[in-house]
């Protein structure tokens, strides 16, 4: 098991950036994948960015190029760097941990508001 908390949303402007960070209770360097996802009310959560134990990492193609995924192991913390802010951006982020037969773990979401 793990348990993860996310941190770091708030309120930004358009063009802005915010960093956001998942604390995991247990080393994420053996961890299968390390994802981040986002959901907006009335709509399906989608994954934002995740990055496998050996180093793989994938963007949705909304976010590619303002978003940069990156660990710190001696940490246990996952980051989701947000550059170029835009208003469709604005929802709950949610750090996600795939653990394979161990399951997949979720933290409770941090809200991000981009907004002039």
């Known amino acids: 098991q793990v348990q993860l908390v996310e941190s770091g949303g708030g309120l930004a402007q358009p063009g802005g950036s915010l960093r956001l960070s998942c604390a995991a209770s247990?080393?994420?360097?053996?961890?299968?994948?390390m994802r981040w996802y986002r959901q907006v009310p009335g709509k399906a959560r989608e994954l934002v960015a995740a990055?496998?134990?050996?180093?793989?990492?994938i963007y949705r193609d909304s976010v590619k190029g303002r978003f940069t995924i990156s660990t710190d192991n001696a940490k246990n913390t996952v980051y989701l760097q947000m550059n170029s802010l835009k208003p469709e951006d604005t929802a709950v982020y949610y750090c996600?941990?795939?653990?394979?037969?161990?399951?997949?773990?979720w933290g409770q979401g941090t809200q991000v508001t981009v907004s002039s």
């Open positions: 247990r080393s994420i360097s053996s961890i299968n994948s």
């Open positions: 996600n941990a795939v653990m394979g037969a161990d399951g997949t773990y």
């Open positions: 990055i496998t134990s050996v180093g793989t990492i």
